[in-house]
């Protein structure tokens, strides 16, 4: 038949979910930070309409039903209206974290849109020109999690289609960094004769296989400062005989880690230059949230940190980089010493701070908690500390103590 | 480990400098003050630790390339070795060196150590006077924590850690704390928590309002459907009940019809056509019954009139006085005026009597006539008595004038004649005025004689000066021309000299002789001037008193020549009255003889007479006048007394007449009678023309009415009937039948359209049910009503859901506020793990304080307490470790405690310097590194430092000591200990 269709493929909207690590951002970037899922959005159904595709593919998580908001529905079934105005099918299907039956406020989307009514493996026709051309399959998830293996309900239905094109929110079963659902194996798919395995779930974009192409889009806007970078969905051109796929960013707001070494620096003053510097190296064309990491070999670094000179700088720099166009704010900051072994020296020594070393070493910090963790008010907003944060207050405790013992 | 031998290759001022430290006892390096003494202890540090680049350029000599150097150490178990550190080799990394010929790096060194950091051993093993300093500055609140501080760790900034990270612990948060930043955020999350859920409950109620809307819909077009049905029920029945009054009407006329016969005989448009023949009739009819009547009532009007006519004479009589009555009004009128007339002119003759006032009555005017001349005599009687009288005046004032005169006369003259001066003293006056003249003209001629000599003494000065000038001027030139002449010996200039002399001494003598010859002319012109009695005003006086004695003296001449003149004229007057007198006499016979003819006359002045004549004459014309009115009147009234009795005759006549009435009256009462007559016979004569036309009349509207009876009796006996009455009933029951039929036609094609079917269905139906009927449209109508205000509140309550779903579709308060509350919670979290971090420091460091102190405090007091015995020379024995809230305690050697706070600083230093002491003792138990104190006992007094060099000594025995002091006192106070003298690097032995 030789027609050629293209398509959006995009997956884990995640709209109007909670950002994780923004604590005290000011209130305009707080806004355009709440924003930025459905600007993220709204660039996706522009990017649709313009290139004049046939369809949009979004591959579950579209929302998340633990915060869902009425808004991110209302916003949803607005940019659909948009896409129906242009003629542009949506095909989607309900992940993890908008599973059917947590959905609270079920909004009727307009009839360009199709969805995945339950965990059967079903599929839709696409008809170009009153004719059949593409078969898109997929599920939604029903419940909280689908652990059972999905690959083998997908299969070719109609033979007078041209293209066939499968939709899976799930992960590899390999990958145990995040929860497993609907766990498949590379092989599962490429056995089947599908031309494109749209796939969501996992939030980095990666491309499984070429060919046939197999990819995760990842989600549309990072939402901590795991998810860097740019953030956006692949637009799909197939033929009978070629495909190809390009991504396309949507982003609104980057999360982005910086490093910056202030090891020359021997005041503190000093680092905002060194920073500012770095800043001003970056490529900007959205705006930015920074992890920022400041390494240096003088241990004078820490102590600056504990006597709040670098939150200070910070706050500094943020003041004057947050209100240009496309803004960059330091929402977390990290410090590196390389000067560490001292401790291990310290440890051995029968003084106060080889004593005080070794009792870090041996002693549990929990009891120490209760008194904030326990209370009663806190006990509600107070998330518990895990045992990486543990060791991390502790190591942070100690240092504080050695520097202000050392401290000449 | 012991220090052996230090060799600096280059560090801070020292360069190329080697120092032994090998003793067995003690070492004092002493140096003055910048001697190096720091620098060197630094060295050794250096060496021992190694530091960071920034430290080590500081060091860098400046005189040298090189920085760095060797040490040599002694370890127990080791033995001997070297460590080497070199700035520019490896960073200032260590290199050591060992007996056995092998080369270590820093690890090893660490290892030999024994975890001793440049912190720490700062802290433990060394000590200066800045360390006694800080602790004499402590607060002493403070103190016994910083000294148990120190006595645990040798840092004294312990306490100020402890106190730092709580003060950062309260501002974070507080268990029942309000401010902390915690407890305010957890405040500020409890509100976001609640608002969050409320609209987390309100967004929920999305669904039920979708729910809730789509009910509605359902529900809204049920109602429809039932209110289209309702309403088409309540269309029937009132379609039904529209009908039943139409049944109703169309049984009544069908049952009415049957009443009527089949058929009726009438003539063809009968009604019609007897109402024309009656409508011609009736005209003609009732104006026939008029005419007749009319008739009738001419002729007993005719009748009645002429009955009521009075006699021919009578009325003939009444024509005649009606006639004459204006002629009589107008005599009688005349007669009134006339009398008005003669009784105005008898008050008027009356008046002018009065107003006269000379004893007159009106009877005696018809007595008086006068004659044609006696108008002027009395005339000129009164002008001769007017002239009489002014002569006498003009007589008598010219008497008054001629005695004035006389009199101003004889007084003039007897005044003048009392002013006149005396001859003698006229004399003396001119005498007095002569005098003066002459002294007048002698003081002009003075005054001449004065001006002349001025102006000679004036000419004298003058040439008396020149002269004077040409004498020194020659003078001179002489000097000159003798000089010149011996000078240029000149001999001829001499001659010149004695010429000039001569010539000036001449000319000068000849001015001097002339000037005296002038001043004696002077001297003898001068006249000499009498002295003068009169002055110019007595002279002046004297004039004017002569000047009036002259005019006096005229005047009096003139004044008798005028009384002469006067003394004539009197004589004239007296002739002049005697005439006068003779005249009056005359007049006064002549006014008595008028006086007797008209007495009357006496009542008034001559000067009156020719108005009393004047107004006397006025008053008989109008008696004259009243005279005549009277005969008038007299006539007038015997004419109006005839005519009032032809007038009481005729009222007499017709029985009219009454005795009271007045004459007007009767006069009205005839005028009334004639007109009645008069209208009388008119009357007559008008209904007699009248009937005569009624009569004729008649006759004509007979004839007319002829055609039209005869067509109203055919149409009778047409339709069957004698009478009108019948014809018309007939005729009304034909229209009613005709009537009938068409309404019952009409009613029906009504019912055909209303209820198309069969009629007598109807008729049976709906006649009993018309109740129900009306009924059951009341409860149709009812209920749609119900029905309508259902769907309406259905409707509101549709248009409010969708409102609501439209508002929380466009709210972004939910949306906002779990964002809102995301962030909040993460800054807690994070602050949380701030507090964490320092709540970790803080118990950690109080539990290692304690750990520590339970292992080691004991020790180390019980070594302080040695050392302060000592120092204190035995005034304090113990030193009592803290324990709970009791502080820091020292017993004196009589058994009294103190705690710290009531010790002098001097006892505090001594007990600070044994801590530290103490401390490094038992911590050298394990590390056995060099103690080194920097000048600590700087302020001992000399007592006392030889004490702390008792037990530096006796430490030095077990532990290698380095003093570094700038004090003579310190290196004197020793015994056994090896000093070394800074200054020039020579070793120093005992």
């Not at chain 1, 070429?210 to 990842?218: A, C």
């Not at chain 2, 009819?285 to 009521?308: F, H, I, P, Q």
């Not at chain 2, 067509?711 to 039948?737: F, G, I, P, R, W």
Request: hydrophobic share 35%.
């Amino acid at each position: 038949m030789g027609r050629e269709i293209s398509f959006i493929h995009a997956a884990d909207l995640h709209l109007d979910s909670l950002f994780k690590g923004l604590a005290n951002t000011p209130e305009h970037i707080f806004q355009e930070i709440r924003e930025s899922t459905f600007r993220a959005l709204d660039r996706l159904v522009q990017t649709a309409i313009d290139k004049k595709v046939d369809f949009v593919l979004i591959v579950g998580d579209l929302f998340d039903n633990e915060a869902q908001s009425l808004k991110s529905q209302i916003r949803l079934k607005k940019a659909f209206e948009a896409l129906n105005r242009h003629n542009i099918y949506v095909y989607m299907s309900y992940g993890n974290h908008d599973f059917i039956n947590g959905n609270i406020h079920p909004v009727t989307f307009p009839e360009n849109v199709f969805i995945f009514p339950d965990e059967q493996v079903r599929h839709f026709i696409y008809e170009k020109d009153g004719e059949p051309l593409v078969a898109i399959y997929g599920f939604s998830y029903e419940n909280r999690a689908v652990n059972n293996k999905k690959t083998t309900e997908y299969e070719i239905q109609r033979k007078d289609v041209s293209y066939h094109i499968a939709t899976l929110h799930g992960s590899l079963k390999s990958n145990t960094a995040h929860d497993v659902y609907a766990p498949f194996q590379l092989t599962d798919l490429t056995e089947k004769d599908f031309n494109y395995w749209a796939l969501g779930h996992i939030h980095k974009r990666e491309i499984l296989k070429e060919n046939p192409p197999i990819i995760y889009p990842g989600n549309i806007q990072g939402r901590n400062r795991k998810e860097t970078g740019e953030k956006g969905c692949y637009h799909v051109v197939l033929s009978e005989s070629n495909v190809t796929m390009s991504f396309i960013p949507l982003q609104a707001i980057a999360f982005r880690p910086l490093m910056v070494d202030v090891s020359a620096c021997t005041e503190a003053g000093q680092m905002e230059t060194y920073i500012q510097t770095a800043l001003d190296a970056i490529k900007q064309d959205t705006a930015q949230l920074l992890d920022l990491t400041l390494v240096s070999d003088n241990p004078k670094l820490k102590q600056w940190e504990n006597d709040k000179y670098v939150e200070d700088i910070i706050e500094l720099i943020n003041e004057t980089t947050a209100h240009q166009q496309n803004w960059t704010y330091i929402f977390r900051y990290a410090v590196q010493t390389h000067v560490s072994d001292m401790d291990m020296e310290q440890a051995k020594g029968d003084h106060f701070i080889g004593e005080l070393s070794r009792h870090f070493d041996e002693t549990s910090i929990q009891p120490f908690m209760k008194a904030l963790y326990q209370q009663k008010s806190a006990r509600k907003f107070v998330d518990l500390l895990t045992g990486d944060e543990e060791r991390e207050v502790k190591s942070e405790a100690k240092s504080l103590l050695l520097n202000e013992l050392l401290k000449e | 480990m012991k220090l052996v031998h230090a060799t600096i290759y280059g560090f801070g001022k020292w360069i190329d400098y080697s120092i032994d430290l090998s003793s067995e006892s003690a070492i004092c390096i002493y140096g003055e003050n910048e001697s190096g003494k720091s620098t060197l202890q630094k060295f050794i540090l250096f060496m021992l630790f190694g530091l960071p680049p920034k430290k080590r350029s500081f060091y860098r000599p400046k005189t040298s390339g090189k920085m760095g150097g060797k040490l040599q150490i002694y370890d127990p178990v080791i033995g001997n070795y070297t460590i080497e550190r070199l700035d520019e080799v490896q960073n200032g990394a260590v290199t050591c060196y060992t007996n056995d010929g092998m080369t270590h790096d820093e690890t090893w060194l660490k290892e030999r150590l024994q975890g001793m950091t440049y912190q720490t051993y700062q802290a433990i093993f060394s000590f200066s006077a800045l360390d006694l300093n800080q602790v004499q500055e402590m607060k002493e609140d403070d103190l016994g924590e910083v000294l148990l501080g120190i006595g645990l760790s040798g840092s004294n900034n312990i306490y100020a850690i402890e106190k730092k990270i709580d003060v950062h612990l309260g501002e974070l948060f507080k268990p029942y704390g309000k401010k902390p930043v915690i407890n305010q955020r957890l405040e500020s999350l409890e509100a976001l928590f609640s608002s969050l859920n409320r609209l987390k409950s309100e967004e929920t109620s999305y669904r039920d309002k979708q729910e809730t809307a789509a009910r509605l819909n359902d529900k809204i077009e049920q109602l429809q459907i039932t209110l289209k049905k309702e309403k088409s029920h309540r269309f029937e029945i009132e379609k039904q009940l529209h009908a039943v009054p139409t049944i109703r009407d169309y049984q009544h006329y069908t049952e009415r019809l049957q009443v009527y016969p089949e058929s009726i005989t009438f003539p063809e448009n009968g009604l019609d056509r007897l109402e024309k023949a009656k409508e011609k009739l009736l005209p003609l009819e009732s104006e026939l019954a008029v005419l007749k009547n009319n008739e009738k009532r001419y002729r007993e009007k005719m009748d009645t009139l002429k009955a009521a006519q009075t006699e021919d004479k009578i009325y003939k009589e009444a024509v005649d006085i009606t006639r004459q009555q204006q002629t009589f009004v107008e005599i009688k009128k005349s007669l009134e005026k006339v009398e008005v007339t003669s009784n105005k002119l008898t008050l008027q003759i009356n008046t002018e009597i009065d107003q006269l006032h000379i004893g007159l009555e009106q009877t005696d005017l018809a007595t008086i006539h006068f004659p044609f001349h006696i108008e002027n005599t009395w005339q000129q009687l009164k002008k001769d008595t007017d002239q009489l009288k002014l002569e006498k005046d003009q007589l008598k004032q010219e008497e008054n004038e001629l005695k004035h005169q006389r009199n101003y006369l004889l007084n003039q003259i007897q005044e003048l004649d009392d002013g006149l001066l005396s001859e003698e003293q006229i004399q003396q006056l001119r005498d007095q005025v002569n005098q003066y003249k002459e002294f007048d003209v002698l003081t002009k001629i003075k005054s001449e004689s004065e001006q002349r000599e001025r102006t000679w003494k004036n000419r004298i000065a003058k040439q008396e000066k020149n002269s004077r000038i040409s004498l020194i001027a020659a003078i001179i030139l002489s000097i000159v021309a003798g000089i010149t002449a011996i000078s240029f010996k000149l001999p001829w200039l001499h001659a010149v000299m004695i010429a000039f002399l001569i010539v000036g001494t001449g000319t000068w003598v000849w001015s001097r002789y002339t000037i005296k010859g002038m001043e004696e002319m002077l001297s003898s012109t001068d006249p000499q001037l009498n002295v003068l009695q009169i002055t110019k005003e007595e002279k002046e006086k004297a004039e004017r008193s002569i000047a009036d004695y002259e005019q006096n003296r005229t005047a009096y001449k003139a004044l008798k020549e005028r009384e002469k003149t006067r003394d004539i004229q009197y004589i004239k007057w007296t002739e002049k009255k005697r005439t006068l007198e003779e005249k009056e006499k005359r007049l006064y016979e002549q006014i008595d003889k008028q006086v007797k003819t008209y007495p009357f006359l006496q009542y008034a002045d001559v000067a009156f007479w020719p108005e009393i004549y004047h107004r006397m004459q006025r008053l008989l014309d109008v008696y004259e006048t009243y005279k005549e009115t009277v005969n008038e009147a007299k006539q007038l009234k015997d004419k109006l007394d005839q005519y009032k009795a032809k007038v009481i005759h005729l009222l007499q006549q017709i029985n009219k007449y009454n005795a009271g009435q007045s004459w007007e009256n009767q006069l009205e009462i005839i005028a009334a009678q004639q007109a009645n007559d008069e209208e009388t016979k008119q009357q007559i004569s008008q209904y007699e023309s009248l009937r005569i036309e009624a009569g004729d009349q008649q006759r004509d509207i007979e004839q007319k009415m002829l055609p039209y009876k005869k067509e109203k009796n055919d149409l009778l006996a047409s339709a069957q009937v004698n009478t009108e009455d019948a014809y018309y009933e007939k005729a009304n029951q034909l229209e009613e039948k005709q009537e009938i039929i068409k309404a019952l036609e009409k009613l029906r094609i009504q019912l055909d359209s209303i209820l198309p079917g069969s009629l007598e269905q109807c008729f049976h139906d709906n006649e009993t049910d018309e109740n129900k009927l009306t009924m059951d449209r009341q409860q149709t109508i009812e209920s749609i009503d119900e029905t309508e205000q259902q769907i309406e509140a259905a409707r509101q309550e549709l248009a409010e859901v969708n409102a609501a779903l439209l508002n929380m579709e466009d709210s972004e308060s939910y949306s906002e506020t779990i964002h809102q509350y995301a962030m909040e919670k993460e800054q807690l979290n994070k602050l949380a793990k701030e507090w964490a971090v320092l709540k970790t420091a803080k118990e950690m460091l109080a539990e290692t304080m304690r750990i520590y102190r339970d292992k080691y405090l004991n020790k180390v007091i019980e070594a302080t307490s040695a050392y302060f015995r000592h120092l204190t020379g035995n005034g304090y024995q113990t030193v009592y470790a803290p324990v709970g809230d009791q502080p820091f305690q020292v017993e004196t050697n009589d058994a009294i405690r103190y705690t710290i706070n009531e010790l002098s600083q001097g006892t505090v230093d001594q007990l600070y310097v044994s801590l530290r002491m103490a401390i490094s003792e038992i911590m050298s138990e394990k590390h056995r590194l060099p103690f080194i104190i920097d000048d600590a006992f700087v302020h001992f007094d000399a007592v006392r430092t030889k004490r702390v060099m008792e037990i530096v000594e006796s430490i030095g025995e077990k532990q290698q000591i380095i003093i570094f002091t700038c004090k003579k006192e310190v290196t004197a106070s020793t015994k056994h200990t090896k000093v070394i003298q800074l200054a020039d690097g020579i070793r120093i032995n005992e």
